[in-house]
């Protein structure tokens, strides 16, 4: 059942909510909003959405994995000892659904039929996220075009609705209720909450008016996208930069690196790394499967729109954030692009 | 919670040199903790990341077979920054091993079958697994006639020669080895390995043929198989592509939606052409 916090309650909610959770949320950082540990005063809840994605709350940038030693004359030399995983519980609030949706995407890759990711399922496990719906989306935002939207739920503890005064918040899941239920300054709402807060997400969707279909790409095969002729024009300009994949929600390409931090001491890490640079794929040879940027660009809308689906059941691997599109130096939009594929 | 990433420790056990050029050697290593062996049980065709701590982690066919019990056997190129570190590494010295990783040849499929096994330089490695386990008394009468082609450059440069020597004197394989040409002291066969396998190859009825080597090797080979009317599913072959985690997550392998360390390495020739060539 959904529950009403009034704005000037906010304060009383959070620091509840302190007592057992550090909590996070959309915080403003040298002009740019960011997802950081806040309290209610610090709070940004009137953002569009984060510069970059809070994807590192799950998936730091640069994240140690093992420790060792190379010292001969200590215990287990050579051997990679385990680090501490799990962060103290915490609680998301105010994530954006299409960041939510893009974890929840990525649940599926840190996650397969064989293999499970103990670093991204502990910080997982270990989080509560309140999302806070787009009640006006940017206008490079095409979520509901690849399967989300700005009000979707998957990947979401509880999503709250900003009716103006407060927010209508609706818990979706266990831990999203057990949340609550612990928290204080919530009432239950009164009157019409329920119908002004799904009229607010219905103006919502409507108000999105970038349409991308995507509907041939899934009907066409590998080869017929991947010969298609549109990717020798569309890489000309790309500066294989990498913001792209550095802002992306759902891009999750990591190198692994060992760093000997002392003279004998080091650590194993794991890196964001970017399939628009030329070194992601070369052999020891020389050789190299992706040698230029057509190839390379081709891959990373190729992975988004036409791997990730066949291979997860159908779901996009882009959730429509809009940030590539923001961000690209050269003003290459992956909505023209997917536009390519699908004609 | 289970860690994928985490390796086995070992100990390097014997380093054998493989080639004249010095550039393959052969490392024999024993888990450094016994019940550790039970957790890495594989089949042919798999792989596993050396782990050199401090250095990285390389991917690297397993040449031994499940047969052989005590240890696993690696044969590694030098070609970069792990391969030569671990070049200079010593008997006795302590690393890890992390595996068992990706699909295996189809073993249970080709049961009943006829086995054509073409290998040339150093791809030969996960072969000698395959062949060492069908071999060995309790599998050899599953499968039919086994015919393994193997080249390479100049005789110094053949891997496992006391292995291929064994296979040579017994009558429940054909071992044919082959070098690209007349060189003194060899008595064996010269000729490239698609030549010859234009020559010895099976009839394709009931055969399904492994092809492992360089590049150019099977560029030229495809073709004498599909002439001598091998069809596209009987041709099984294992990529190679950079990796990092070996467990479908990093990103870093794929071809197309197939993750080389994960959907492979082992894949057929029919669904390698519905795939890109990106390897
Ligand atoms: C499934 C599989 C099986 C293989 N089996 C063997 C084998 O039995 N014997 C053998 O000698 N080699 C094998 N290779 C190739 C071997 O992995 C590379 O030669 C090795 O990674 C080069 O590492 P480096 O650090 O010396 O080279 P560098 O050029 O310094 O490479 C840096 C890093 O790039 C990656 N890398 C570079 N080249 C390759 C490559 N071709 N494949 C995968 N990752 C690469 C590695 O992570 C490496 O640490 C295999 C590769 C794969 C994918
Ligand atoms: S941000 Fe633009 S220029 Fe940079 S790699 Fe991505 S597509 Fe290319
Ligand atoms: S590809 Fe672009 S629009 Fe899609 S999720 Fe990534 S950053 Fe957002
Ligand atoms: S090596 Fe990481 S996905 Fe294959």
Redesign the pocket.
């Known amino acids: 059942m959904a529950k009403y916090l009034k704005k000037s309650d906010l304060a009383g909610f959070i620091g509840s909510l302190a007592g057992q959770y550090q909590v996070l949320g959309p915080v403003e950082k040298d002009g740019r909003v960011v997802f950081a540990p806040a309290g209610a005063a610090d709070l940004k809840l009137d953002f569009q959405n984060s510069h970059t994605s809070p994807k590192d709350l799950f998936f730091p940038q640069s994240e140690r994995m093992f420790q060792f030693t190379l010292d001969p004359n200590k215990e287990g030399a050579f051997v990679l000892q385990d680090v501490d995983l799990a962060p103290a519980p915490r609680l998301v609030f105010g994530m954006r659904p299409c960041d939510a949706a893009a974890f929840f995407v990525l649940d599926r890759v840190f996650k397969n039929d064989q293999f499970t990711d103990p670093y991204w399922q502990v910080k997982r496990d270990a989080t509560v996220i309140i999302g806070l719906g787009c009640n006006q989306p940017c206008p490079t935002c095409f979520c509901p075009s690849v399967g989300y939207g700005p009000f979707h739920e998957d990947g979401l503890d509880a999503i709250a609705t900003d009716l103006g005064d407060g927010f209508l918040i609706k818990p979706l899941t266990e831990k999203g209720q057990k949340a609550l239920a612990g928290a204080k300054g919530l009432t239950d709402p009164e009157g019409k909450m329920d119908e002004k807060a799904a009229a607010i997400a219905a103006a919502a969707q409507e108000s999105i008016k970038s349409e991308v279909p995507t509907r041939n790409i899934y009907t066409r095969t590998v080869m017929e996208l991947f010969n298609a002729p549109h990717w020798d024009r569309v ?1 000309e ?11 992306c929600p759902t891009c999750h390409c990591f190198d692994i690196q060992d760093e000997v931090t002392s003279a004998k001491d080091g650590d194993r890490v794991r890196n964001w790394d ?1 399939c ?1 640079s030329w070194l992601f794929t070369i052999h020891g040879t020389g050789h190299n499967p992706r040698p230029g ?1 057509k190839e ?2 081709r891959q ?1 809308f190729m992975h988004k729109f036409k791997y990730i689906p066949m291979k997860r059941g159908g779901l996009i691997g882009c959730v429509g954030c809009g940030r ?1 599109v923001n ?6 939009d992956v909505r023209d692009v997917v536009r390519d594929m699908n004609a | 919670m289970h860690n994928p990433y985490k390796p086995y420790p070992v100990r390097v056990d014997k380093i054998l040199v493989e080639t004249e050029d010095k550039n393959l050697r052969t490392f024999k290593f024993v888990f450094l903790n016994p019940e550790d062996e039970q957790a890495f049980a594989y089949t042919p065709g798999q792989f596993a990341e050396l782990s050199v701590p401090g250095v990285g982690e390389i991917p690297i066919g397993i040449a031994s077979s499940p047969t052989e019990k005590g240890f696993v056997l690696f044969t590694v190129n030098k070609v970069g920054a792990v391969t030569t570190f671990m070049h200079n590494m010593k008997e006795g010295d302590i690393m890890g091993i992390r595996g068992p990783l990706g699909n295996s040849y189809p073993m249970k499929d080709l049961e009943g079958k006829n086995l054509v096994i073409i290998a040339g330089g150093f791809a030969v490695t996960t072969l000698r697994s395959t062949i060492t386990w069908m071999l060995d008394p309790a599998h050899r009468d599953k499968y039919g006639r086994i015919t393994f082609i193997y080249g390479a450059r100049t005789p110094g440069m053949l891997l496992y020669r006391e292995e291929w020597s064994a296979w040579q004197k017994r009558d429940d394989i054909d071992a044919i080895i082959t070098v690209d040409r007349e060189f003194p002291g060899w008595d064996g066969r010269v000729g490239f390995v698609p030549t010859v396998t234009e020559q010895v190859a099976p009839s394709p009825d009931n055969t399904a043929a492994l092809v492992c080597g360089p590049p150019i090797m099977i560029k030229f080979t495809q073709p004498v198989l599909e002439k001598l009317g091998f069809s596209e599913d009987q041709i099984i072959m294992s990529l190679e592509n950079r990796m990092k985690c070996g467990i479908g997550i990093c990103g870093r392998c794929n071809v197309g939606p197939e993750y080389v360390c994960k959907d492979g390495p082992v894949f057929t020739l029919a669904q390698l052409n519905r795939m890109p060539k990106e390897y």
Request: charged share 10%; net charge positive; with cysteine.
């Open positions: 890489f300009s790309c500066l294989n930069c990498g913001t792209c994949t550095y802002v970017t628009m940027k390379r660009v990373r590539c961000l690209c130096p050269v003003n290459i």
